[in-house]
């Protein structure tokens, strides 16, 4: 027989201080116990870290349904009431059960640790399991903090295009997007003519909201992006994604300090957010992930974060005494090797590393009066490394031409940029958060693939 009561959420019933009749929950079995005398159903509706244990005379006929098992789907209506047992404030006791769905003994997440590898391999199961039903209710929620702290501040959310013809940060990494026929494109001069295909030129997946984001920021002031960005970077690390969520905020009349102390804002709020709004989880994270995580990530609610320039970043790795894997010079990318010896070791805490030498960075950023070095800043994180790149913009239009050249980025298709500087341009400054990473510092986890619910990685888009 059907079950025509409304849902109750699990978290809400575990929640309540009294007792309720007429209670109806849905949700999967995680375990049945079937006693001669009383069964046990242990049910779990993804709302909340617990499940709620439900209690039932053997006699209810969805108990003799063999697909009553680890996995299944139940509603069950019933009385919320005290329970007996040590550890949990509330049991259902079931009137009836309802069958929504079997699950047999084939179900491949059956009650036992699994490891992250394997979880990996059933990522359509996964948000069922403890751990993945955690860090997307964090994930979730900290989308929630992202908006609600630029909004509180005043920040404009703008939507930025998905589909671009600009390699923001120069790399190219862009995949392609394209209708043309792959056996049989159109050919100029044995190339293929661009001009032919869908935009009439050529376009890929954006890895940056940010030139855009600068427009709007050039009109409304204070601006922020929140979407998906794509790098075809073949970099199979725990650390890279190919599709990942980036936060691109960008404020008019700021400069590389604005911009600084917007980042610690922002990273302190949202790690302030997790610890008092996804309390349950985070014990769970600090219990099975990392042990030591709450602690951890209390001292970086209040910690000070120190600042280097690139320069004295190079210095510290030369004197240390290390004897890294990719040696440190003056000019040379700074490795993760070294980005975590100077977060983890050298300040002990989050740390901003600033002017970088103009070689290694993106033609965007503002060139220093040294004309050596741009205003750049990475904020640095320990565990993780760089969770956040940004810069102050160049805003002049002369240098930002030259800086173009220098680069070999084509002014053709940047007309458009080059107009903001032409046109009542001014100081602005910018940043990217990248959202997996900053999951993967809030929760512990350490590889990139288990804070997304479906990752794309180098030769893997299953799901
Ligand atoms: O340092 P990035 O490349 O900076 C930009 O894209 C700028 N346009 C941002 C801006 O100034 N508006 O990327 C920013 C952040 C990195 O610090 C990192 O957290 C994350 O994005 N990120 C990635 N996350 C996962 N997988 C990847 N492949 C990532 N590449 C960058
Ligand atoms: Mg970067």
Known sequence: MPI?????RIRDLLARSEPLAGVCAKGWVRT?????????LELNDGSCLASLQVVAEPSLAALADPGLGTGACVGVSGELVPSPAAGQRWELR????????GADETYPLQKKRHTLEYLRSIAHLRPRANTFGA????????????HRFYRERGFVYVHTPIITASDCEGAGELFRV???DPQQPPLEKGKVDWREDFFAEKTGLT??????GELCALALGDIYTFGPTFRAENSNTSRHAAEFWMIEPEMAFADL??????????????VTFALDECGDDLVFFNERVEPGLIARLEALAKAEFSTMTYSEAVTRLEQSGKAFQFPVAWGGDLQSEHERYLTEEVVKGPLFVTDYPADLKAFYMRLNDDRKTVAAMDLLVPRVGEIIGGSQREERLDVLRERMAVKGVAEEGLWWYLDSRRWGSCPHAGFGLGFERLLMYISGMENIRDVIPFPRTPGSAKF
Not at 32 to 40: H, I, P, T, Y
Not at 135 to 146: E, H, I, K, Q
Not at 257 to 270: P, T, V
């Open 135 to 146: 860090l997307f209710r964090l994930r979730s929620a900290l989308a929630f903090a992202t």
């Open 257 to 270: 300090q604005d911009d600084c102390r917007l980042a610690e804002d922002f990273l302190r709020y949202l």
């Open 207 to 212: 890895v940056s909201g940010q030139l855009e």
């Open 178 to 180: 394209t209708t043309l």
């Open 32 to 40: 049945v116990r079937r006693g001669k005398e009383v069964a046990f």
């Open 94 to 101: 079931a009137s009836a059960i309802e069958l929504l769905g």
């Open 4 to 8: 025509a009561i409304p849902r109750s």
